[in-house]
Structures are given as C-alpha cells and as structure tokens.
C-alpha cells in the first residue's frame, strides 16, 4: 500500500503552518502546541528540514527556525528526500537499485520504474504552497497539471477484482 509516513504528515504540517507567516520566527515548542503534536518529534523534523535547508535556524533569545524557500518552492517531494530514511521509491530496486536479487532477471522492474517516476513528477509538481489551498482551489489546480505516460481509465470499462 502506498502510504505517506507520519513524520513527512507531521512535516508537510509544520510546514503549511509556518507559510501562512512565512517571515515569523517559531520555536519548537510554540509549533507543537498549535499543532497538537509532541514536541520531539517536532524538534526532529525541524532538525532534519534545517540540515536540507528547506528552514533555517536562528539563535538567541527570540530564535528558533523560518521557512528558508518560498512555499511555491518547496515541494513535497522535497519534504519526503528530507525526512526519509530511504530514497523515494515504490519498490525497493526503484529506491535502492542493487538490493534484490532477481533484479537483473525481473520482467517488471521498467514499469515499476516508470510508476516510480509518474509518482515522483507529481510529488515534485504539488508545493507546500499548494497544500494551503482550499480543497476546491487545490483540485481545480491540480486538474492543470499533465502527466506524461498516465493513461485515464474509460469510464465504461470493466473493474477486474479478485474478490468474490
């Protein structure tokens, strides 16, 4: 199944947040209670957007982290690199090529990579920037944006299932 880490939902949270007042200085703790999250793991994904630079860090007695980019300019592909411990990837042999042993042999593996990478071109085409929007405001968008390869299935062709 495909599924977005809780850590990258935290970030993408903290980082909708911060871009409604994209020069505010905010501190950890500060962030954790707007959001109703804890704040170590807030702390943790502020570390590890600093070290990507996608905030910066101030110091001293007012410190505490900004956004660094615009938020049109921050993708949540971005905001994944940042906060995985992988690379991106569906698979294991489109995120760490190498890793299996039946890769040289594996018929499928192209078409994993070209999902791999029709996933990627849309995680890179959808900005922090984005996830502010209103839902309508975001769909109406994200109508717009093409996707090279994707083929949209008939609205009268068969659903194959294998449930009973």
């Not at 977005?4 to 905010?26: E, F, N």
């Not at 793991?41 to 900004?66: D, F, P, T, W």
């Not at 905001?79 to 995120?95: K, M, N, R």
């Not at 071109?121 to 920037?129: D, K, T």
Request: proline share 5%; hydrophobic share 45%; charged share 20%.
């Amino acid at each position: 199944m495909l599924r977005i880490s809780k850590i990258v939902d935290y970030g993408t949270l903290v980082l909708t947040h911060m871009a409604a007042r994209p020069a505010h200085v905010y501190s950890a703790t500060d962030l954790a209670s707007a959001l109703g999250l804890g704040q170590p793991v807030v702390s943790k994904v502020l570390k590890l957007l600093n070290q990507h630079e996608i905030v910066v860090s101030l110091r001293g007695a007012h410190g505490g982290y900004k956004l660094n980019l615009p938020a049109d300019s921050i993708s949540i592909a971005q905001v994944i690199d940042a906060l995985e411990d992988q690379p991106f990837g569906l698979t294991e042999c489109t995120a760490m090529p190498g890793v299996c042993s039946v890769e040289a042999d594996c018929h499928i593996r192209p078409h994993w990579q070209r999902i791999n990478d029709i996933v990627r071109r849309s995680l890179e085409a959808v900005s922090i920037a984005d996830m502010t929007m209103s839902s309508n405001d975001f769909l109406s968008t994200a109508r717009d944006v093409p996707l090279a390869g994707v083929r949209i299935k008939a609205p009268n062709s068969p659903n194959w299932s294998f449930s009973k």
